[in-house]
């Protein structure tokens, strides 16, 4: 049995781009009546205010038939990182460009995608990963249409420009700051009254309080809490070990909110918290449903402890002791496998948990394969990040994943993981969004 972890290191370097300005255009047409003007703008439904896992359609009014333009998209995220997204679009036979049915032919991405312009965004630096780190605050997305310059222009003259947010924090959905004896974290209920399901939430080896994922969450009728467990507030600031007992008090107290529907809650765990959610469903009582999102069967990187007993962390060498008795736990498992990791074999590590649950009598855990994709998977339409800085490794790390491809499997892990959730922890309740 293989149990052993690699990182590959990588260094991306990318070139800014250009700017975006806030003008507007008219394009001039002749009638009986003399030569009117007809403003270019944008037009976006539901709204120029969404959710960030919503899609919207895009599409803008005023352009010359067939006429080439550049359709741009920038956003500043909270680090002051720019993203940026750029694609070559022609015009419809109307002077429409609609983005479900225009082909991008050339740039950031290419064919039909109506929300390449955000999954195809590339920081304006040499690395870059854009996350939330403030769930109140929506992004503000610069919208822009030029013209198409020539082989002999050198400028891209703006044509018409808008601001689109893309929020976290749905209309009614509360944000709680969880600061109950040693647990840290944030909780989010629906609007209404509840029960909801119940799922945990916890971030990788990046550390901190990542809340967007479990904030997101809740905007589709779940009670969750984005669970920190160091590097941040008054925990440890290095992972240097893990007392489960931390886990357990967190589950403890998410479970007794009224709230929260009995019965058993969800975890989901991305990476390190992938592994840390398997250990929880295989020794502490109360958890239904799991879902590891790119992880590992084996407790890695730093011991565990739990009521007198330790399992090392799994290194660069195999170690069978650190493997997770996931045959032990009464939960259902999911296990989501970006199939372009590089940062280990995830699938492989899927495998053999799935053995152990097999092999024991446990009933046979559902994997799901994300061919193109890489570790670093987020809810829909944030950015690939094939490569980034890692502070616990103190180095950049290839994380992998092609763009297209990784936008596709966030969409469709991310409606699997709602629907697994709604499955296995008793149904579902409307939120009132």
């Known amino acids: 049995m293989l149990l052993f972890s690699r990182f590959k290191m990588a260094f991306a370097v990318r070139k800014p781009g250009s700017a975006c300005f806030k003008l507007a255009a008219r394009r001039f047409v002749n009638t009986e009546n003399g030569p ?63 983005l479900t049915k225009s082909e991008a032919l050339g740039g950031d991405y290419v064919g039909i995608h109506p929300m390449g312009f955000m999954w195809a965004m590339k920081p304006q630096t040499e690395l870059g990963r854009l996350f939330s780190k403030d769930v109140t605050s929506p992004f503000k997305v610069h919208l822009s249409v030029h013209q198409r310059a020539s082989s002999s222009e050198k400028e891209e003259p703006l044509l018409a420009s808008c601001i689109h947010e893309r929020g976290f924090l749905g209309d009614g959905v509360q944000r709680i700051p969880v600061r109950e004896g040693r647990v840290r974290g944030t909780l989010f209920l629906p609007p209404g ?62 479970q007794k ?89 995830a699938e492989l ?15 046979r855990p559902e994997i799901l394969l994300l061919p193109g994709a890489g570790h670093l998977l987020e809810p829909p339409y944030f950015p690939s990040c094939p490569a980034s800085y890692h502070k616990f490794v103190g180095t950049s790390v290839e994380w992998g994943g092609d763009p297209e491809s990784h936008s596709a499997a966030q969409e469709k892990y991310w409606q699997r993981i709602r629907e697994f959730f709604l499955e296995n922890l008793g149904g579902a309740v409307q939120s009132k969004l």
């Open 193 to 254: 009254e509840g029960p909801f399901p119940g799922v945990l939430d916890l971030g990788g080896t990046a550390g901190g309080l990542l809340e967007y994922r479990g904030c997101l969450l809740a905007n589709h009728g779940f009670a969750t809490m984005s669970l920190a467990y160091f590097s941040f507030d008054d925990l440890p600031k290095k992972l240097l070990e893990l007392h489960l007992e931390y886990f357990e008090e967190a589950l403890h107290y998410f």
């Open 36 to 98: 009117t003007s007809t403003p270019v703008k944008f037009h976006i439904k539901p709204d120029y205010k969404c959710l960030f896992d919503t899609p919207v359609h895009i599409k803008v009014y005023g352009l010359r038939p067939k006429q080439q333009v550049i359709f741009r998209a920038t956003l500043t995220d909270d680090k002051q990182v720019k993203f940026v997204s750029s694609a070559h679009f022609e015009a419809d036979t109307q002077g429409v460009l609609d």
């Open 349 to 363: 590590y899927a495998r053999q948990a799935e053995e152990q649950l097999v092999s024991h009598g446990r009933m």
């Open 257 to 345: 909110l009224p709230q929260v529907r009995k019965g058993g809650v969800g975890i989901m765990g991305i990476s390190k918290g992938a592994d840390l959610s398997l250990s929880m469903a295989s020794f502490l009582e109360g958890v239904s449903a799991v879902v590891s999102v790119n992880g590992c069967n084996a407790n890695l990187q730093c011991p565990l402890h739990y009521r007198g007993v330790s399992m090392p962390g799994l290194g660069l060498c195999e170690n069978a002791a650190c493997l997770v008795p996931v045959e032990r736990a009464a939960a259902r498992f999911l296990f989501v496998i970006a199939q372009d990791d590089q940062v280990w074999d």
